[in-house]
């Protein structure tokens, strides 16, 4: 049956509520928005005439339009307002007993034909459901905050909900210019699912003093790409909300990895609970604002006077991608850099690499002949490790295999002279065991360039438990006085980037391998949902699946709990041979 729907309610007038009355408006639907009285209803008018206002001082809506649209939406505070929708959708509390009394309320209001929708974004849409005598007229309709905004809705279908009315949701989400993914009653969903463990893992990483608020964030930004670092982001979405996601996905899944970290509850019940009340993991100069002010945890500022090793002369072993990204760093910045490599055409490759590398940074008005000159006048080639002798800092940028290092560092020892500092560029591999094959471990730091090394900003500078001070100091020096954003971490599987984004990746693979989503839903939430650059399957056909695996099993050996167990499906498609991009198949055909 083939169900119309132009006749809206929402029950809840808060940002997320009004937001979709504003969405329902701009596109031609007639709106009936309720709230519980008067006051809340004036406050619900007052969000849609201040978002309308902002678009139309940003030219994106006619002052005409404006009024069309507000001409639109009838406002109410009675439930009985609703009686000739076409569907109603609540945005109330995310509490389970409210949205059960409010569905039960209207059940006895709205015609029989009515959908009823939930805003909910952990709740079982079911258990809401059966609070009303027709419960397969029901059905979740997730909403992303800012609703005008963010183009996924998540249509949530239980095990009762009639097809017709999936049909007809998924209509209007398109006709209201979003982007549908139909999904199952499950905590979390799509989008929450994967974004609330990587958050929760954050947390902990944050409560354990392995890092710092500050370099988590800036890890996730400009490590990946994402649009905001997780405690940042955590903020913005209120840690009473996310404490109600986490606690509902832990309590259907009971995996540890949901389960909120202590931290959230002991900041959610003293109130700190993000941007709304000014206060959460950074402080606001005002309840609701976004602007972050200085606070007892705000790094100091730099005084320059930290001890710190100089740095005149620098080497790379290694004439791979990320080798090449980084004397062409370290060579557009003014140092003298020596490059070893096994053999004079592996050499060879290298400086044609940059000189390419560099044509094109000329061809895009980024450089210039002169500086491309300059630049390449800095790279010196060797086929011997004794060419790094008087060098101040060496770099290996080898095999990502312990052996491989081990014995490069070893040899290095011999070579170098007393006081350089020795680092390695590993992305998973203990910067301590190649240190220790060394008589100088304090002088070993890890120096973790992110691919392509030209263009990424982000480096994760790693200690040890005995890396010397100034050589971490040094380090994180150096990392700025070439352009990139250094942030500082413990020597732990994955470090900062890889043990929050890899985690994330086989949930996603868990998803799909329990048939939950597909990869192009799963893809399409997270990129329209959260704003992320690439999905979970786009990326790991870009990283290549052998390589997420041996990084996940790598956080699993360390951490030793199984929720970070490789997905069997991940494993099995490794094993044949289906790594991604570089094998032209992976999670899709290249």
């Given at each position: 049956?083939?169900?119309?729907?132009?006749?809206?309610?929402?029950?809840?007038?808060?940002?997320?509520?009004?937001?979709?009355?504003?969405?329902?408006?701009?596109?031609?639907?007639?709106?009936?928005?309720?709230?519980?009285?008067?006051?809340?209803?004036?406050?619900?008018?007052?969000?849609?005439?201040?978002?309308?206002?902002?678009?139309?001082?940003?030219?994106?809506l006619g002052a005409d339009e404006q009024q069309e649209l507000l001409g639109r939406i009838t406002f109410?505070?009675?439930?009985?307002?609703?009686?000739?929708?076409?569907?109603?959708?609540?945005?109330?509390?995310?509490?389970?007993?409210?949205?059960?009394?409010?569905?039960?309320?209207?059940?006895?209001?709205?015609?029989?034909?009515?959908?009823?929708?939930?805003?909910?974004?952990?709740?079982?849409?079911?258990?809401?459901?059966?609070?009303?005598?027709?419960?397969?007229?029901?059905?979740?309709?997730?909403?992303?905050?800012?609703?005008?905004?963010?183009?996924?809705?998540?249509?949530?279908?239980?095990?009762?909900?009639?097809?017709?009315?999936?049909?007809?949701?998924?209509?209007?989400?398109?006709?209201?210019?979003?982007?549908?993914?139909?999904?199952?009653?499950?905590?979390?969903?799509?989008?929450?699912?994967?974004?609330?463990?990587?958050?929760?893992?954050?947390?902990?990483?944050?409560?354990?003093?392995?890092?710092?608020?500050?370099?988590?964030?800036?890890?996730?930004?400009?490590?990946?790409?994402?649009?905001?670092?997780?405690?940042?982001?955590?903020?913005?979405?209120?840690?009473?909300?996310?404490?109600?996601?986490?606690?509902?996905?832990?309590?259907?899944?009971?995996?540890?990895?949901?389960?909120?970290?202590?931290?959230?509850?002991?900041?959610?019940?003293?109130?700190?609970?993000?941007?709304?009340?000014?206060?959460?993991?950074?402080?606001?100069?005002?309840?609701?604002?976004?602007?972050?002010?200085?606070?007892?945890?705000?790094?100091?500022?730099?005084?320059?006077?930290?001890?710190?090793?100089?740095?005149?002369?620098?080497?790379?072993?290694?004439?791979?991608?990320?080798?090449?990204?980084?004397?062409?760093?370290?060579?557009?910045?003014?140092?003298?850099?020596?490059?070893?490599?096994?053999?004079?055409?592996?050499?060879?490759?290298?400086?044609?690499?940059?000189?390419?590398?560099?044509?094109?940074?000329?061809?895009?008005?980024?450089?210039?002949?002169?500086?491309?000159?300059?630049?390449?006048?800095?790279?010196?080639?060797?086929?011997?490790?004794?060419?790094?002798?008087?060098?101040?800092?060496?770099?290996?940028?080898?095999?990502?295999?312990?052996?491989?290092?081990?014995?490069?560092?070893?040899?290095?020892?011999?070579?170098?002279?007393?006081?350089?500092?020795?680092?390695?560029?590993?992305?998973?591999?203990?910067?301590?065991?190649?240190?220790?094959?060394?008589?100088?471990?304090?002088?070993?730091?890890?120096?973790?360039?992110?691919?392509?090394?030209?263009?990424?900003?982000?480096?994760?500078?790693?200690?040890?438990?005995?890396?010397?001070?100034?050589?971490?100091?040094?380090?994180?020096?150096?990392?700025?006085?070439?352009?990139?954003?250094?942030?500082?971490?413990?020597?732990?599987?994955?470090?900062?980037?890889?043990?929050?984004?890899?985690?994330?990746?086989?949930?996603?693979?868990?998803?799909?391998?329990?048939?939950?989503?597909?990869?192009?839903?799963?893809?399409?939430?997270?990129?329209?949902?959260?704003?992320?650059?690439?999905?979970?399957?786009?990326?790991?056909?870009?990283?290549?699946?052998?390589?997420?695996?041996?990084?996940?099993?790598?956080?699993?050996?360390?951490?030793?709990?199984?929720?970070?167990?490789?997905?069997?499906?991940?494993?099995?498609?490794?094993?044949?041979?289906?790594?991604?991009?570089?094998?032209?198949?992976?999670?899709?055909?290249?």
């Amino acid at each position: 049956m083939e169900r119309a729907v132009d006749n809206i309610g929402v029950v809840g007038l808060g940002t997320m509520g009004a937001g979709i009355v504003e969405v329902c408006a701009r596109h031609g639907l007639r709106v009936v928005a309720v709230d519980m009285d008067d006051a809340a209803v004036e406050r619900g008018r007052g969000h849609v005439e201040r978002s309308t206002g902002r678009a139309v001082e940003r030219g994106k809506l006619g002052a005409d339009e404006q009024q069309e649209l507000l001409g639109r939406i009838t406002f109410a505070a009675s439930l009985d307002a609703l009686a000739d929708c076409d569907l109603v959708l609540e945005a109330v509390p995310e509490v389970l007993e409210i949205k059960r009394e409010l569905f039960g309320r209207l059940d006895q209001v709205v015609p029989d034909a009515c959908i009823l929708a939930t805003n909910t974004s952990s709740l079982s849409v079911t258990e809401i459901s059966v609070a009303t005598s027709h419960p397969e007229r029901v059905v979740g309709l997730h909403f992303f905050n800012p609703a005008p905004v963010q183009k996924l809705v998540e249509i949530i279908s239980t095990v009762v909900t009639d097809p017709d009315v999936v049909t007809a949701v998924r209509a209007l989400a398109e006709r209201l210019g979003k982007t549908p993914v139909v999904v199952g009653d499950k905590a979390g969903f799509i989008g929450n699912y994967l974004l609330f463990g990587y958050l929760n893992h954050a947390m902990s990483m944050y409560e354990s003093r392995y890092a710092t608020r500050e370099d988590l964030d800036a890890a996730m930004q400009f490590g990946c790409g994402y649009p905001m670092g997780p405690l940042a982001l955590l903020d913005l979405i209120g840690l009473d909300t996310a404490y109600q996601v986490l606690d509902t996905m832990y309590r259907q899944g009971r995996d540890k990895l949901h389960a909120p970290s202590p931290i959230l509850k002991q900041m959610v019940t003293a109130g700190l609970l993000g941007r709304k009340t000014g206060r959460g993991f950074y402080t606001y100069d005002a309840p609701g604002s976004g602007t972050v002010v200085p606070d007892a945890q705000t790094p100091a500022a730099d005084t320059g006077t930290a001890p710190t090793r100089e740095v005149r002369s620098v080497g790379v072993v290694g004439t791979g991608t990320m080798a090449t990204g980084i004397v062409e760093v370290f060579a557009k910045a003014g140092y003298p850099v020596t490059v070893v490599g096994r053999s004079d055409d592996k050499v060879a490759g290298v400086t044609a690499a940059i000189t390419a590398s560099l044509d094109k940074a000329i061809s895009k008005g980024k450089a210039t002949p002169a500086s491309k000159e300059e630049a390449l006048r800095q790279v010196t080639g060797a086929t011997d490790v004794t060419a790094l002798a008087d060098v101040d800092l060496v770099v290996e940028a080898i095999a990502e295999d312990v052996e491989v290092k081990t014995a490069m560092f070893r040899r290095l020892d011999e070579v170098c002279r007393p006081g350089a500092i020795l680092a390695t560029t590993t992305s998973s591999l203990p910067v301590i065991q190649v240190a220790a094959a060394t008589s100088r471990p304090a002088d070993v730091v890890g120096l973790h360039f992110f691919n392509p090394a030209q263009v990424m900003k982000l480096v994760e500078v790693v200690s040890t438990v005995s890396t010397a001070a100034d050589v971490e100091e040094t380090a994180v020096q150096l990392c700025r006085a070439l352009g990139k954003v250094p942030v500082r971490c413990g020597d732990r599987a994955g470090f900062i980037v890889n043990a929050l984004l890899f985690p994330y990746l086989n949930d996603a693979v868990k998803m799909l391998e329990a048939h939950y989503a597909t990869a192009d839903d799963i893809d399409t939430a997270m990129k329209n949902g959260c704003a992320l650059p690439m999905g979970p399957f786009e990326l790991l056909d870009v990283v290549g699946l052998d390589v997420s695996y041996a990084i996940q099993r790598q956080l699993y050996l360390e951490f030793r709990d199984r929720g970070y167990a490789p997905a069997p499906l991940l494993e099995h498609m490794v094993t044949a041979g289906y790594l991604g991009r570089k094998t032209r198949r992976g999670f899709r055909t290249y």
